[in-house]
């Protein structure tokens, strides 16, 4: 029986000290317990107890956090999930807002009214594309199996030549990744025989795609919109920006109002 206890002993390789530090396989502890290898803990761990207390064994999805030197760890509740590994985590946005918009569309427009996937910014056979300055950014992705969101909203304005005529314009906004098209949303603006604004309407224009999959390293991310049809040539038309107005005109919107607003959310899958 004896000779069993001893070689317990010395296969954990228990050392004490005389200044009453505790050594698990290590000969030289320095600290009161000194583990050297894995921990295994069937139970509650109990943290801040006193010789007549027992400690703290915390709550239920709490974590154990330092409070530094010479200060015992403390329970902690987070205010974010935790993730795991095999589930989708959000590792990065991204917003930009700009007050430039466009104001160069071409007065009758392109005429193209479909638009596909891959279409690239500067084939003009595909539209007639005009970027916004302020919104394009190099994003990183770090794992191939992701996910990312885009979210553009901006103010959408045109002015009819006669105000008690009713006109529209027709236009699309898109996303574009390493100069190709991942995402498009076409629209229309009316005046709606605005006499008591000149002939003045404003809109607000939003675009929401979620793209999968996107391949691991850096890309170039931009927003660029189209004018395609115009009822009337001479009507003005402006994306993100206020149009030239004429003294007195009522209601009119400034470039505040009207700014583009982007984001975009990365969320990749974790693995550790």
Known sequence: MEKKTYSLFAGVLLFIQTNAQVGIKTASPNATLDVNGATTLRKELRVGGTSTQVGNSGLNGQVLVSQGEGLPPAWKSLNVPLVETGQYKLTNSYLFSDQNGITTFTNSGDGIYKSNVGDDI???????????????????????????????????????????????????????????????????ISSNNNSGKNGLQDY????????????????????ACRKINSSNPNSAFAIGHSLVTQTGDPYVSNNFILESEFKMDIIEFITY
Not at 130 to 136: C, D, F, M, S, T
Not at 204 to 223: A, K, M, R, S
């Open 204 to 223: 607000i224009f939003t675009l929401n795609y979620t793209e999968q999959d996107v391949p691991v390293g850096t890309h170039q991310i931009e927003v």
């Open 122 to 188: 500067s084939d003009t056979n595909t539209g007639k594309w005009i970027k916004l300055g302020a919104v394009a950014n190099a994003i990183e992705i770090k794992n191939g199996n992701n996910r990312i969101t885009y979210q553009f909203q901006t103010g959408v304005e045109m002015r009819a030549p006669v105000s008690t005529t009713s006109e529209n314009i027709t236009f699309a906004c898109g996303v574009f990744r390493n100069g190709k098209l991942v995402a498009v949303r076409p629209d229309k």
